[in-house]
């Protein structure tokens, strides 16, 4: 596959995501979520990561994450999502791939951050909408 064009650097913001081979679904079970949120708190906190969002979809997944340490961010995804088509793989019984390739990632601005804070949590925290909705 080609390299990826992207240089991960420090005190930087990403935005990363993948979706199933075939627009599958990669999570079967609850279970799966749970196993990809342990794998996230281990390795964040290894690569000195900090993660300010995350999605789980049943067939997709997006991390936003700031790289604070050396260790680059694309590490991330490699260890929690490699690790874990290895275990899918196992548990069910299925053969190949899990993703629809290499995971993708792009560059997130500072400024596109804290936009995306004042949109979503900023009326919560007014108290202007409920946060269990």
């Known amino acids: 596959m080609p390299r990826r064009d992207i240089t991960f650097e420090q ?3 990403y935005h990363i995501y993948n979706r199933g081979a075939g627009r599958h679904n990669l999570f ?6 749970l196993y990809i949120l342990r794998q996230l708190k281990k390795y964040l906190a290894e690569f000195s990561l900090v993660i300010i969002a995350y999605c789980l979809m ?3 997944y997006h ?11 694309g590490e991330l995804p490699k260890r929690v999502f490699g690790g874990y ?13 899990l993703f629809e390739g290499r995971f993708k ?3 997130v601005d500072r400024t596109i951050i804290c ?15 409920l946060s269990n909705v």
């Open 63 to 73: 991390l936003l994450i700031r790289q604070a340490g050396q260790i680059a961010a």
């Open 28 to 33: 079967i079970e609850d279970d799966n979520y």
């Open 85 to 97: 088509s290895r275990a899918v793989n196992r548990r069910y019984q299925w053969t190949g791939t």
């Open 115 to 129: 936009a995306i804070y004042a949109a979503t949590f900023m009326p919560i925290q007014s108290r202007m909408a």
């Open 105 to 107: 990632a792009r560059h």
């Open 11 to 13: 005190h930087h913001y």
């Open 58 to 60: 049943p067939n997709h």
